[in-house]
Nanobody, 124 residues
C-alpha cells in the first residue's frame, strides 16, 4: 500500500558526508512515523534514527551528534544527513514507514513498509 524508495548512498572517505533521501507514497504521509535502519555484513539490522509525525526525533547512541533526520511533508520525503562518517557506518541503509501510531520506534517490528536499501561505504 505504501511504496518506499531510498536514494543517495555511495562511497565516501572517513570524515565525509552523505545525505540519504527516502520518498514514500501515500496521501497521509504527514501522519507516518519514519525511521532509518542499517545492516552491516554479518550483523543484524539495527536502528539508526526516527522522526515522528509531529517532528520529534531520536537517535542511536552510535550516530548521535553526527546524523540528523528530517522530513518534508510537502514532498513526502524523509532525509538522513550523515556527517563525520566512520568506517563503522558502512552498511546498507533502509528507510521504514509506520502508518499507525507507535511508541517502540527502535524496534523494526513497529514499521509496516520498507525500502529496498541503499549502500553506504566509508573508507578508512
Amino acid at each position: 500500500q505504501v511504496q518506499v524508495v531510498e536514494s543517495g548512498g555511495g562511497l565516501v572517505q572517513a570524515g565525509g558526508s552523505l545525505r540519504l533521501s527516502c520518498a514514500a507514497s501515500g496521501r497521509t504521509f504527514s501522519s507516518y512515523g519514519m525511521g532509518w535502519f542499517r545492516q552491516a555484513p554479518g550483523k543484524e539490522r539495527e536502528f539508526v534514527a526516527v522522526i515522528r509525525s509531529g517532528g520529534t526525533t531520536y537517535y542511536a547512541d552510535s550516530v548521535k551528534g553526527r546524523f540528523t533526520i528530517s522530513r518534508d511533508n510537502g514532498k513526502n520525503t524523509v532525509y538522513l544527513q550523515m556527517n563525520s562518517l566512520k568506517p563503522e557506518d558502512t552498511a546498507v541503509y533502509y528507510c521504514a514507514c509506520a502508518v499507525r501510531p507507535f511508541t517502540r520506534t527502535t524496534n523494526s517490528g513497529a514499521y509496516d513498509y520498507w525500502g529496498q536499501g541503499t549502500q553506504v561505504t566509508v573508507g578508512s
